[in-house]
């Protein structure tokens, strides 16, 4: 189910997939930017919904076939084939830290415990790349109430799988493996922010983090943390992969702000996989309305 703080507009029912092709072909036109109502034809706006018209989820192809998973390697074309021996099973998740309720749940347990839904995102890479992913998942918030976290709880922290026999790239030196993130304790309760399970109806591609990732939509997407092992409530900001390697460069926020550029390049607009113009960044990814209030009164240029 869906919840009711999720505007319609971020809901797409099934039958409204359409892969990215066949739409363009049926809509007739090449450039992004007829993807948007306002640019198509009458008879179009009123043949599909605007949430349609502006956020076609990417292929499975494209999903499953870009991906960023530095355990593997550093080609986003190259990481599917990696990775699709990596053994899955048996995984346990730990639950543990500042909880009235530790918990190290059997991957299994954990999915029918949690039962998943299907929310279709945007996903935002640091990189200046976007896609719509239709996740399957359920939220974080729900794992975290069964955990009854303390009241001097103020983060969490998510590590990933540290399994170098089968991730090539955990045995070189370059990152301080494993892979870790962080959010603060209210924006891991957010409605928006994800356990995911799968996409596409279907289990996780490996590639994509089975048999469990975090997807938090308004943050750059390496705050999406794939594989994860451990989930862990501290009162201190924990450390994470990116901000350790590149402190300049990586904040521990990480929001999507077109107006904070990376110190190597502008954030101010995207390419949308798929797609031949850019597009202009937003906000938050475009999701202000759902979360600019966790930010009220900070400074977001010192606060990346
Ligand atoms: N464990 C782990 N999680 C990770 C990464 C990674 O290298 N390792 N890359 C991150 C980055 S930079 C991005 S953009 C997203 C990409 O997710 P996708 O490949 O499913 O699109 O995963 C994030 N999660
Ligand atoms: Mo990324």
Redesign the pocket.
Same mark, same amino acid.
């Given at each position: 189910m869906f919840r009711s703080n999720i505007p319609s507009s971020e809901i797409a029912p099934k039958e409204q997939y359409l892969s990215r092709r066949d739409f363009i072909k049926a809509a007739g036109f090449l450039g992004a930017g007829a993807l948007l109502a306002a640019c198509a034809p009458k008879s179009l706006t009123e043949a599909a919904p605007v949430s349609v018209l502006a956020d076609v989820p990417n292929s499975l192809e494209d @999903?499953t076939n %870009? #991906? #960023?998973? %530095?355990?593997?390697s550093y080609d986003?074309a190259a $990481?599917a084939k990696l990775a699709k021996d990596f053994p899955t099973r048996p995984w346990s998740v730990e639950v543990t830290g500042m909880i009235n309720k530790p918990k190290t749940y059997d991957i299994e347990d954990l999915l029918k415990q949690f039962p998943s839904e299907e929310r279709i995102y945007r996903?935002r890479? $640091?990189?200046a790349w976007s896609?719509v992913?239709p996740w399957m998942g359920f939220p974080l918030a729900q794992l975290l109430a069964a955990a009854e976290p303390t009241s001097a709880a103020k983060y969490v922290r998510f590590v990933? $799988?540290h399994d170098p026999e089968n991730m090539p790239l955990q045995s070189s030196a370059s990152f301080d493996w494993? %892979?870790q993130?962080g959010l603060r304790l209210d924006e891991a309760m957010n409605d928006l922010t994800l356990l995911a399970t799968g996409l596409y109806g279907e289990p996780l591609p490996n590639? &994509?983090?089975a048999p469990l990732?975090?997807v938090v939509p308004w943050k %750059?997407?390496?705050? &999406? @943390?794939?594989?994860i092992v451990k989930i862990e409530l501290t009162d201190t900001k924990p450390s994470t992969?990116?901000n350790t390697a590149s402190p300049r460069e990586y904040g521990f926020y990480s929001n999507v702000n077109p107006n904070v550029s990376h110190p190597r390049w502008s954030q101010a607009s995207e390419r949308r996989i798929g797609e031949l113009a850019r597009r202009p960044t937003l906000l938050f990814n475009g999701y202000e309305k759902e979360v600019a209030h966790l930010y009220d009164g900070m400074d977001l240029a010192t606060n990346y």
């Amino acid at each position: 189910m869906f919840r009711s703080n999720i505007p319609s507009s971020e809901i797409a029912p099934k039958e409204q997939y359409l892969s990215r092709r066949d739409f363009i072909k049926a809509a007739g036109f090449l450039g992004a930017g007829a993807l948007l109502a306002a640019c198509a034809p009458k008879s179009l706006t009123e043949a599909a919904p605007v949430s349609v018209l502006a956020d076609v989820p990417n292929s499975l192809e494209d @999903i499953t076939n %870009y #991906n #960023n998973y %530095y355990e593997f390697s550093y080609d986003k074309a190259a $990481v599917a084939k990696l990775a699709k021996d990596f053994p899955t099973r048996p995984w346990s998740v730990e639950v543990t830290g500042m909880i009235n309720k530790p918990k190290t749940y059997d991957i299994e347990d954990l999915l029918k415990q949690f039962p998943s839904e299907e929310r279709i995102y945007r996903l935002r890479c $640091v990189e200046a790349w976007s896609m719509v992913i239709p996740w399957m998942g359920f939220p974080l918030a729900q794992l975290l109430a069964a955990a009854e976290p303390t009241s001097a709880a103020k983060y969490v922290r998510f590590v990933a $799988v540290h399994d170098p026999e089968n991730m090539p790239l955990q045995s070189s030196a370059s990152f301080d493996w494993p %892979y870790q993130e962080g959010l603060r304790l209210d924006e891991a309760m957010n409605d928006l922010t994800l356990l995911a399970t799968g996409l596409y109806g279907e289990p996780l591609p490996n590639q &994509s983090g089975a048999p469990l990732r975090l997807v938090v939509p308004w943050k %750059y997407g390496f705050k &999406s @943390i794939k594989g994860i092992v451990k989930i862990e409530l501290t009162d201190t900001k924990p450390s994470t992969l990116w901000n350790t390697a590149s402190p300049r460069e990586y904040g521990f926020y990480s929001n999507v702000n077109p107006n904070v550029s990376h110190p190597r390049w502008s954030q101010a607009s995207e390419r949308r996989i798929g797609e031949l113009a850019r597009r202009p960044t937003l906000l938050f990814n475009g999701y202000e309305k759902e979360v600019a209030h966790l930010y009220d009164g900070m400074d977001l240029a010192t606060n990346y």
